[in-house]
């Protein structure tokens, strides 16, 4: 194949025109028509990207991995959103399970990569990162985040098969709007927003920890959470 003739940079501003265009290619076959200059491009794996689908292809298993799956359509975020908060939130979630991990149990923390799942009852497309505590009788707890094709601006938060939370993040919000806030702002309202996973994703192991307790005792937990009825749990 011959390689792309030079193309003026995408980039707004940007005067160069030895760009090449982006090598994203879709599920549908469909070609990303942006082209980049070395100086805008991103470049993973000896191939260039936008920013935009470089962040979808740095999210995705690797080509050779079994979990492999076709890319998302040009103009789906699922699988970068999901990429880029896994990575802010990841040692927060790994701090939750810890909490939970019984060191008598043998449990090892698990970190699933960017993956397509087919949710709820209607089997639609998403894109899911998981982490699990999974021992030698089976996975005895698993959070993760999912968003959806359909739904590509908001964050689903799971604990196991429940919904704890769901929210669009706020720079996505901001965009909607065709605000930018300033600085410190956004830093505020990132913060809270990956707290706000994390605090529901703790909700939801409490809650599994309740339920595991009253099936091994007959007993419910004392947690403050469970005598308030506060479990942040909604069924998906």
């Not at 470089?54 to 998302?72: C, F, N, Q, R, W």
């Not at 990841?90 to 149990?105: F, I, K, N, P, Y």
């Not at 604990?159 to 706020?170: C, E, K």
Request: hydrophobic share 35%; with cysteine; aromatic share 6%.
């Amino acid at each position: 194949m011959q390689p792309d003739a030079p193309m003026p940079c995408t980039r707004v501003g940007c005067g160069n025109a030895d760009a090449v265009q982006c090598e994203y290619i879709d599920r549908r076959g469909r070609r990303c028509r942006t082209a980049w200059c070395s100086q805008h491009g991103v470049r993973v794996e000896d191939h260039v990207y936008c920013r935009r689908h470089a962040g979808v292809v740095t999210s995705l298993p690797s080509a050779d991995s079994s979990l492999v799956a076709p890319l998302p359509d040009l103009d789906n975020r699922a699988p970068s959103l999901v990429g880029w908060v896994a990575r802010e939130l990841d040692q927060g979630v790994w701090d939750l399970l810890l909490h939970q991990l019984d060191a008598d149990s043998g449990a090892q923390l698990i970190a699933d990569p960017v993956t397509l799942v087919f949710s709820g009852i209607d089997r639609r497309r998403a894109w899911e990162r998981a982490w699990k505590l999974d021992t030698h009788t089976g996975i005895a707890r698993r959070t993760s985040i999912q968003v959806a094709e359909y739904a590509d601006l908001e964050v689903v938060v799971k604990v196991g098969s429940n919904v704890v939370d769901r929210l669009v993040p706020p720079w996505i919000e901001h965009r909607v709007r065709g605000e930018t806030p300033d600085p410190e702002t956004d830093r505020r309202e990132r913060e809270a927003f990956n707290q706000r996973i994390l605090d529901a994703m703790q909700r939801g192991l409490v809650r599994e920890q309740e339920i595991s307790d009253y099936i091994d005792t007959g007993r419910t937990s004392d947690h403050p959470l469970h005598a308030t009825g506060e479990t942040g749990v909604t069924r998906p």
